[in-house]
């Protein structure tokens, strides 16, 4: 490296990114020092103010500065419905389908004991307490398609079992436009086992 | 976007980087919130000190903390050969490449009327200085392949020969391991053109 010091530690901070490798930190380094030093100030102060202040929400623990986040204090969702996802990431992808009005908790994660990752680590405790509070009719698993996330998904429906609370699962099939010919076999078993009339 | 205003603020700013989309941002900064806060704190100080200290060298014009750079103070080099290049990257590759002991100079750029790059925004005042220094005796072309590089090593080429001072231009032909086959037309001329007695 033929760099000073502070454009290396630059580089080598940015390689810390997930998916940019020696060569791409170093195109954004000299791009942001050569061309965008304002974009560089900016991110400093978005990662800076993020990475201090973004926490959890208390009642669904998906990333937010505030206590409790907007979509739990919406008075017009249903509040009788509630979503369980891995990441917030998915809770964005369900509202961008217009398809749910209820709420969600985010597990921040799913099952992986290897990984160290269990029930305290999902926050189980406090879904646990919520399907207590009483508001929650119906509970929607919908945990990742992986082996992973079925584990999730079957021990927070046990939860539910034990407390005579409806829980669901997403369906599984052929995706929309998805060809039969590049659909794999596992989802293609899926598809048929959960077929319905027409 | 269903993020908090500071998760979005930190999805806004990761999008001025180059070739990172809308998707790529929004999973940089969830990855960071969610796995990796040490490191987005650790990437707003590089970039805050980077952004705010980085100048450029008053010798060749890399980029620098430093007022001259640690290449231009060094005093193993042969400062009789002036290379010039277009960006501090093309600097790191021809030194990676071992072959070189002369200094640099770096353009940050190459003429380009239409994007209102020109000699003042090269440095050729400094350049011009250095060559009437008298210490060059050899400046050699390095700027890129293209219309606008080869545009800039003729301008520069023409200061030198003002000055009695030669002016050599990187070799064009085939790259190393490189199958003819897929070698393009405008190479193969160059390589047959700058053949020589084996």
Redesign the interface.
Known sequence: ???????N??I???R????VGPK?A?????????R??D?????????????E??GHCADCRT????PV???CRGSHRDRSLLCVVE???D??SL??SGAYQGLYFIL?GRLSPLDGIGPRELGLERLEARLDAGEVRELILATSSTVEGETTAHVIGELCRARGIQATRLAQGVPMGGELEFVDGGTLAHALQGRRPV
């Open positions: 490296m033929q760099f000073s010091p502070l454009v530690e630059l080598e901070a940015l810390r990114l997930p998916g791409s170093q195109r954004l380094a000299l791009h942001m020092l050569q965008d030093r974009g560089a100030r900016r991110l400093a102060r978005a990662l800076d103010g993020a990475a202040r973004v990333l937010t500065e505030e986040c907007r979509l990441w917030p990431q809770l964005v509202e961008n921040m």
